[in-house]
């Protein structure tokens, strides 16, 4: 298995896959291990609900599987945990790039804006360098109507150009749709 980068809309059944793909490596070899890496935040009761909700259907879907909380430091968290016989599943790029560009306390002046285009670099080089298994899920979210705010059109920029360059490095892309895989890339 190499890097996969599964897109889709909400409830689109990314994470389902991403579990999947975590599932059948751990049942391939009882010397492999699977690593999911958590980018959302708790930031409201509906946001600790669904995480809680969450954690639970992942511990009995895919029990094997160590969970680490990591929102913002993905590179450091993939050259951590990656080893050739280690899947990692990160599980949103689209959450870790709200809490980079737009943090809960955001200003204008906030620290995350200077420091998003370099933690994104680190990223896709982690990415390149990792020795063993990726799998990266995130949402698509161009395919609608233009947003209104120069926020949010940024946001929406930023992350069709996140999920263009993650392609990029990745053997293979899927898209999900009303639970089904669709394959756009593989070079596997």
């Known amino acids: 298995m190499?890097?996969?980068l599964i897109l889709g809309g909400q409830k689109s059944g990314k994470s389902r896959r991403a579990e999947q793909r975590a599932a059948a490596w751990l049942a391939a070899s009882a010397d492999h291990r699977?690593?999911?890496?958590?980018t959302a935040q708790p930031w409201d009761?509906?946001?600790?609900?669904?995480?809680?909700?969450?954690?639970?259907d992942r511990a009995e879907r895919v029990p094997g599987m160590l969970t680490i909380e990591e929102p913002?430091?993905?590179?450091?968290?993939?050259?951590?945990h990656s080893r050739a016989d280690t899947l990692v599943v990160v599980d949103c790029l689209t959450l870790w790039?709200?809490?980079?560009?737009?943090?809960a306390e955001f200003t204008e002046n906030s620290p995350s804006?200077?420091?998003?285009?370099?933690?994104?670099?680190?990223?896709?080089e982690a990415i390149s360098a990792a020795p063993g298994?990726?799998?990266?899920?995130g949402n698509e979210?161009?395919?609608?109507?233009?947003?209104?705010?120069?926020?949010?059109?940024a946001f929406v920029d930023a992350l069709g150009s996140l999920n263009q360059q993650v392609a990029q490095r990745c053997q293979r892309v899927t898209l999900m749709a009303a639970g089904l895989p669709l394959t756009l890339k593989d070079a596997a």
Do not use: Y
């Not at 699977?34 to 958590?38: D, G, H, I, R, T």
């Not at 913002?72 to 951590?80: C, D, T």
């Open 2 to 4: 190499t890097s996969e």
């Open 97 to 103: 790039l709200t809490n980079l560009l737009m943090p």
């Open 72 to 80: 913002l430091l993905l590179a450091a968290a993939i050259a951590q």
């Open 133 to 137: 298994p990726l799998v990266l899920v």
């Open 141 to 153: 979210i161009g395919l609608g109507v233009i947003p209104m705010g120069r926020e949010v059109r």
């Open 34 to 38: 699977a690593v999911f890496v958590a």
């Open 45 to 56: 009761d509906e946001m600790r609900a669904r995480i809680a909700r969450h954690q639970s």
């Open 113 to 124: 804006v200077q420091v998003a285009p370099a933690a994104v670099a680190m990223f896709l």
